[in-house]
T-cell receptor, first 115, second 114 residues
């Protein structure tokens, strides 16, 4: 019963390097999300995908790109990493995109450090 | 747009004492309310939610929350905490119509001392 799986769990990058965070869910959920968590800032939405084939910007999209590869997978790419992108990144999924009553299921997180 | 304020960034408490974590929201329309918990080095998981009906909602691990529409609050309570309740707690709100994406508060760190 995997739920939402994120890889890698830890990553250290140098400024200017690129990388992709991978996320996969096995619950047949329609919508998927990428959040970042910073001390004292709570969770901030980076990008989301309401359904396969669509993506939209969240609160803090600058410096990131996403791809909804299929219904299961939603990746987050940092093209040129900056120290301000040092954070813990969470992927989440939700069964539907039409009701606020739905509950998010989160992955375990990916801790990224940019030097 | 909706917003969430968690009034305390950190709440220290001794084991077996009661605790209340405060959450206030702002919205011009009806809302759904959630509490999520994040144990150390883990992702968030749902603690409880209010969708409609009874304003007192019970969740996992002995937690409960009360929806107060007039005060726009959704405070989380537990009558007797354990060391294992040490975690980060997030209040979240989504709209019953319109945007379905929840907005999170900044979190409250509950620290239970022996």
């Amino acid at each position: 019963n995997a739920g939402v799986t994120q890889t890698p769990k830890f990553q250290v990058l140098k400024t200017g390097q690129s990388m992709t965070l991978q996320c996969a869910q096995d619950m047949n959920h329609n919508s998927m999300y990428w959040y970042r968590q910073d001390p004292g800032m709570g969770l901030r939405l980076i990008y989301y995908s309401a359904s396969e084939g669509t993506t939209d910007k969240g609160e803090v999209p600058n410096g990131y790109n996403v791809s909804r590869l299929n219904k299961r997978e939603f990746s987050l790419r940092l093209e040129s990493a900056a120290p301000s992108q040092t954070s813990v990144y969470f992927c989440a999924s939700m069964s539907g995109a039409t009701s606020g009553a739905n509950v998010l299921t989160f992955g375990a997180g990916s801790r990224l450090t940019v030097l | 747009a909706q917003s969430v304020t968690q009034l305390d960034s950190q709440v220290p408490v001794f084991e077996e004492a009661p605790v209340e974590l405060r959450c206030n929201y702002s919205s011009s329309v009806s809302v759904y309310l959630f509490w999520y918990v994040q144990y150390p080095n883990q992702g968030l998981q749902l603690l409880l939610k209010y969708l409609s009906g009874s304003t007192l909602v019970k969740g996992i691990n002995g937690f409960e929350a009360e929806f107060n529409k007039s005060q726009t609050s959704f405070h989380l309570r537990k009558p007797s905490v354990h060391i294992s309740d040490t975690a980060e707690y997030f209040c979240a709100v989504s709209l019953s119509g319109g945007s379905y994406i929840p907005t999170f508060g900044r979190g409250t760190s509950l620290i239970v001392h022996p």
